[in-house]
């Protein structure tokens, strides 16, 4: 997911310190409002505008609209690094936006106030929008009357909407923070979001059958697919909020591998992918110079430039790692897992004084946590017996 969003996503600036990014699904939502508004909205309420004006006017309140949803992911994202959290970036995407964020909040308090932000800030900018609405209403200012006025209602459906407690959405997150503020313990808090999200989806699509059956076939049909896609995003969330909790506890040593090949980093390409990626069968490996790490390449990075370049050498081609991205076999797992998103990396060295002892990859850390919750199931059913 985050791969596809990086690809199809395009960097507008750096605000506050924090990139900001737009996938090309905005673009179609962009188009979507603006259409509505000029085609629907507005000849419906105002319908002695021409054309024009309400060209111009449907796209100023979009583009309002739109910084208003900037707005709304910026107060997230600033108020999780006022309380410390690593921001990566932002990216806008169909469905809202996102915060990249490095590290998930480890208190409640944290959790509530950075996302209560966001639909705070919304609804504040809809507060915002109406009183500029009142005031142009009474001077006769018919133009800034339109738009702050659908700009208001656009905000605070979109604050509104946000605090529906469909988790991982806000309003799910606000109350995971108020239950993990009451209970202290943030599974059972999730676990508690999650099911209130699946009444919540099943409703969703129980909702779209009826619709169906009553022959609203479209929006029937959009409930549904809703309903099963926030069915879908609680499962995810949830696993993923267990999986942090158990990476937390067990250590790199555990998820570990010390039985590995390393590649030097005067092996032609020709032979990175004959003596190592073909012979092991893996994707990732680590570039050493003498004893010393000092890079990682992927085979898959330089699959169509194997023919090309087959005789230079992996340095050229290989990631660099720094000592910042080394483990040590007594650091928690869970950062192995922090230090491999905050880099982008897939394979990460393992050292214990100045010797390489071992490597940490993405599978590694996935393969343990399968096993983990495969043992987890089977215990539990068998307890039950
Ligand atoms: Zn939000």
């Known amino acids: 997911m985050n791969n596809e969003l990086n690809r199809q996503s395009l960097t507008i600036g750096t605000f506050f310190g924090i990139k900001l990014r737009v996938h090309y699904s905005w673009l179609i939502i962009f188009a979507l409002i603006a259409w509505t508004v000029i085609s629907g909205v507005l000849p419906a309420y105002y319908p002695k505008l021409s054309l024009g004006v309400r060209v111009v006017d449907g796209l100023i309140i979009t583009l309002l609209f739109f910084i208003a949803a900037i707005a709304h992911e910026y107060a997230h994202s600033l108020v999780a690094r006022r309380y410390g959290l690593i921001v990566k970036r932002i990216t806008l995407f169909l469905f809202g936006g996102a915060s990249e964020l490095q590290n998930e909040p480890t208190d409640a308090k944290t959790e509530f106030l950075m996302t209560a ?80 999200s699946y009444v919540l989806s099943y409703a969703m699509a129980a909702f779209g059958i009826l619709e169906v059956i009553d022959g609203n076939l479209v929006g029937g049909i959009w409930f549904l697919i809703l309903g099963l896609y926030l069915h879908q995003l609680t499962r995810a969330s949830y696993q993923q909020t267990l999986n942090q909790v158990l990476l937390s506890k067990v250590k790199v040593k555990d998820v570990m591998e010390t039985d590995f090949a390393t590649v030097p980093a005067d092996t032609p390409l020709e032979n990175y992918f004959n003596d190592y990626v073909l012979r092991y069968r893996e994707y990732f490996f680590l570039i050493t110079k003498g004893e010393r790490v000092i890079g990682e390449l992927e085979a898959a990075k330089v699959m169509r430039k194997k023919n090309a370049f087959y005789d230079q050498s992996v340095e050229k081609f290989m990631q660099p790692l720094s000592e910042k991205q080394f483990l040590k076999p007594s650091d928690p797992a869970a950062k192995a897992l922090q230090l491999m998103r905050q880099y982008d990396e897939h394979i990460l060295p393992v050292v214990e004084g100045k010797k390489l002892t071992a490597q940490v990859t993405t599978q590694h850390i996935n393969d343990y946590l399968m096993f983990y919750n495969q043992h987890r199931v089977l215990n539990n059913s068998s307890s039950r017996r």
């Open 117 to 196: 932000a966001g639909p705070g800030t919304s609804l504040l900018i809809a507060a915002l929008f109406w009183g500029i609405w009142a005031i142009a209403k009474s001077q006769h200012v018919t133009v800034i009357e339109i738009i702050a006025g659908i700009d208001a209602i656009l905000n605070l459906i979109i604050g509104l909407f946000n605090l529906v407690p469909a988790y991982p959405l806000d309003g799910g997150r606000l109350f995971r923070s108020l239950v993990w503020l009451k209970t202290k313990d943030v599974i059972s808090a999730t676990k508690a979001a999650s099911y209130l």
